[in-house]
T-cell receptor
Framework: EDQVTQSPEALRLQEGESSSLNCSYT??????LFWYRQDPGKGPEFLFT???AGEEKEKERLKATLTKKESFLHITAPKPEDSATYLC???????????FGKGTKLSVKP | NAGVTQTPKFRVLKTGQSMTLLCAQD?????MYWYRQDPGMGLRLIHY???????AKGEVPDGYNVSRLKKQNFLLGLESAAPSQTSVYFC???????????????FGPGTRLTVT
């Protein structure tokens, strides 16, 4: 069964305190791994796509990496505006439909 | 461009009532999706469409119907609402040229539905 597990469920950081979020997955026929950001009361916003092990993508203070079984979202020197829920998803099946994890809620305190 | 819009933003139904949620996108995307998001469950795919006039079942299709009469619109219907359908509903759309790019989805702001 295709599955995505994110950890931790919640993470509290001080401004400037770097950390990482984890996304482990099992899927038959990976068709990409995707990171999204979701602010309270809003729809998810696409961040990154990773296709193959060893690939890395960066955007401002965020860096996503991919191995054969998991992905990490590294947050360097976070700011309060980085507070959000970060969702990980994998594309699987013939149509590449997304299977989402439950998300990690990140809070960054000033 | 407005992106993906959803109507209504909030709705309260009584058990057994029916309603239709409307999703519209102006990005000329072929693929459109309906998800529900529940606390502790994550986003789950209800139905999706790979083009005008087509629909397909997702992970949790029971109790819902969909229609895609126009490329830019995707409708989600509840014929007889149940309390278990209390949720936040999100519509999304995506490119279709490659299977992997279909994961780059653009979401609407959501509809919060409560069934009493």
């Amino acid at each position: 069964e295709d599955q995505v597990t994110q950890s931790p469920e919640a993470l509290r950081l001080q401004e400037g305190e770097s950390s990482s979020l984890n996304c482990s997955y099992t899927v038959s026929g990976l068709r990409g791994l995707f990171w999204y950001r979701q602010d309270p009361g809003k729809g998810p916003e696409f961040l990154f796509t990773l296709y193959s092990a060893g690939e890395e993508k960066e955007k401002e203070r965020l860096k996503a990496t991919l191995t054969k079984k998991e992905s990490f979202l590294h947050i360097t020197a976070p700011k309060p505006e980085d507070s959000a829920t970060y969702l990980c998803a994998v594309g699987g099946g013939s149509q590449g439909n997304l299977i989402f994890g439950k998300g990690t809620k990140l809070s960054v305190k000033p | 461009n407005a992106g993906v819009t959803q109507t209504p933003k909030f709705r309260v139904l009584k058990t057994g009532q029916s309603m239709t949620l409307l999703c519209a996108q102006d990005m000329n995307h072929e693929y459109m999706y309906w998800y529900r998001q529940d606390p502790g469950m994550g986003l789950r795919l209800i139905h999706y469409s790979v083009g005008e006039g087509t629909t397909a079942k997702g992970e949790v299709p029971d109790g819902y119907n969909v229609s895609r009469l126009k490329k830019q619109n995707f409708l989600l219907g509840l014929e007889s609402a149940a309390p278990s359908q209390t949720s936040v509903y999100f519509c999304a759309s995506s490119y279709s040229r490659t299977t992997s790019r279909r994961g780059e989805q653009y979401f609407g702001p959501g509809t919060r539905l409560t069934v009493t």
